[in-house]
């Protein structure tokens, strides 16, 4: 049997992509033709907002498509592909649907089938593949989504999640706080200014010298297997507003009070990373061993952070085992990994007909049937 | 009776008519826009596809202008609703234009 192509359209929060995936069932062998993206990025101290979001996905989604075909070398879609797979949810309601409503336009023109796909079950299918874990826990982070996810009997099943905002919501929030720009990612911005925490630069700009971060004082939320990430941010904030009085102070020849603690970005991203890190590394510690798993797969853009990798090696590596992650291409957001798990979902009979080709804000990761797995 | 009540609490009406080179492009966009549910209880919408007003016998053609009525409560809902749905139709018509498999195709005999 020849290979099945799809083409995933991926357009739940900020990042429009559609990308073109062949699977063949009989070699379970995957490839990946093309993978393309476009951002939107709002100016630094904001966020995304999902009127202006949908707008950018609108304006290009015809020039992303159009890449993704000719990068595939795909000439006649309409016979070339099995299906056209969406992000039915979740996600923010006016980019999911305006997304939706291209995806369906491409479905009806080319006469194919619509295969609406669970985001989260999107970015473990592309992990497994990537990394060719075979069954891990699967940490789920980005910027919308935080969650412990365990394989049992055709389920993913949520192990431990937060309580309130998603990690990387929290991290993007306080970069807006510190104003960081949002271009790549703010994440990843976050996680240059923590690394600068290792060294002092001189005033001449020529030399660096080591010195120890300090970790500043945050709290520490973790509620049995699940997360809190609300009053960290909070905390955080505080702590940033302080920071900006000592540097009115300094700055008007003041000095600090005796023994107070003088407070900076770096170590302020510094401090972040590690608290939320080591929550997220101490439940998925617990749902290994629960599970008797020895592999720990990082999804969602959080998961290409290199310091969370680091921590997480660490712990896998104590317990006898490893840790899976992919690069931003895969981690983040993107269309092929909604064309893999549509894909694998249409091979087994799964269709989405026009009519119930909705989007919804709230779809839990457990809900979806993964008929696909056997094991 | 049912028909006043509507026009009583939904008085805000505006109907756009669409037409399209084809029955089946009118068709895809009936598809790809009506699945959706108007977000606000306050709007109302039917999609339909016939042939052009006042043009139904001319040109002995299918049918293949889509017709979209909205009611609202206000004209200010009403004015939501059809900007939405006019972004949303603004992305269709642009993906037939560029995306249809005829353009692919003759793009890529082209070159």
């Not at chain 1, 960081?180 to 990612?185: G, K, R, T, V």
């Given at each position: 049997m020849a290979p099945l192509y799809a083409l995933g359209c991926e357009g739940s929060a900020n990042k429009l992509g559609i990308g073109v995936i062949s699977h063949d069932p009989t070699t379970n062998t995957t490839r990946i033709l093309s993978n393309v993206r476009h951002t939107f990025n709002s100016p630094p101290g904001t966020g995304f907002l999902p009127k202006d979001t949908a707008a950018h996905h609108r304006a290009h989604f015809v020039s992303v498509a159009r890449e993704a075909l000719r990068a595939a070398g795909l000439t006649d879609p309409a016979r070339e592909l099995s299906c056209i797979c969406y992000t039915r949810g979740p996600g923010m309601g006016a980019p999911l649907t305006s997304t939706a409503v291209a995806a369906r336009t491409l479905a009806a023109l080319w006469g194919l089938d619509l295969v609406g796909v669970n985001h989260c079950v999107g970015h473990i299918e592309m992990g497994r593949f990537i990394t060719g874990a075979a069954n891990p826990v699967v940490l789920y982070v980005s910027g919308g989504n935080t969650q412990v996810i365990a394989y049992a009997e055709q389920r993913y099943r949520i192990f431990g999640e937060t309580l309130d905002i998603a990690v990387g919501n929290c991290i993007d929030r306080f970069a807006r706080t510190l104003q960081?720009?949002?271009?790549?990612?703010p994440g990843y911005n976050v996680e240059q200014v923590a690394k600068k925490a290792f060294y002092t630069v001189a005033a001449d700009r020529t030399t660096k010298t080591p010195r120890d971060p300090v970790l500043l004082d945050l709290p520490y939320a973790v509620k049995g297997m699940d997360c809190s990430f609300s009053g960290i941010l909070g905390a955080a904030d505080l702590q940033a507003a302080q920071m900006q009085k000592q540097d009115a102070l300094l700055a008007a020849g003041g000095a600090l009070k005796e023994g107070e603690q003088r407070i900076t970005r770096e170590d302020l991203c510094f401090t972040l990373q590690e608290v939320v890190f080591a929550m997220l590394v101490e439940i998925t510690e617990r749902a290994m061993a629960h599970v008797g798993s020895k592999q720990v797969l990082v999804v969602g853009g959080v998961g290409c952070n290199e310091r969370l990798q680091e921590m997480m090696g660490l712990m896998a590596r104590d317990r006898g085992g490893s840790v899976y992650a992919t690069d931003e291409r895969f981690c983040i957001d993107n269309g092929i990994m909604i064309g893999l798990a549509g894909l694998l979902a249409w091979e087994t009979g799964f269709r989405t007909p026009f009519e119930e080709s909705t989007c919804t804000q709230r779809f839990r990761t457990d809900e979806v049937h993964i008929k696909w797995r056997t094991d | 009776m049912a028909a006043a009540m509507e026009t009583d609490q939904f008085p805000c009406v505006l109907t756009v008519q669409v037409p399209f080179p084809t029955a089946r492009l009118a068709s895809v966009a009936l598809q790809s826009l009506q699945v959706d549910k108007e977000l606000s209880p306050l709007v109302r919408r039917t999609f339909t596809i016939s042939p052009p007003a006042g043009d139904a016998n001319t040109t002995g053609d299918q049918d293949k202008t889509l017709h979209v009525e909205y009611r609202a409560t206000t004209n200010r809902m009403l004015r939501v609703a059809v900007n939405s749905f006019m972004e949303s139709l603004n992305l269709v018509i642009e993906v037939m234009e560029h995306l249809d498999a005829d353009v692919l195709a003759a793009e890529a005999h082209s070159t």
């Open positions: 960081i720009p949002n271009d790549p990612f | -």
